[in-house]
């Protein structure tokens, strides 16, 4: 997980883009959309920190720090 990459994703493009990029990940497709990463692994933990991020910026009022610190912290947590 690079953070920097998920920071330039969010509000690059819409819930529904990153849904479909999500399931076409899941389904071993090629995302309409470029999502950088090293694999397929990779890629798919970006687009799930950015839906994550972007959902809860859109629906608690909060700002990317807020939200992406959030979002660190528990995949920290369950790292542990």
Do not use: C, F
């Amino acid at each position: 997980m690079q953070v920097s990459v998920i920071r330039a994703l969010v509000g690059k493009h819409t819930m529904h883009e990153l849904v479909a990029a999500e399931e076409a990940l899941l389904n071993e497709e090629k995302p309409a959309i470029e999502i950088p990463g090293a694999d397929e692994g990779e890629q798919l933990t970006h687009i799930l920190a950015v839906i994550w991020i972007q959902h809860d910026m859109e629906h608690n009022q909060r700002e990317l720090k807020d939200s992406l610190r959030d979002y660190t912290q528990k995949v920290r947590k369950s790292i542990n």
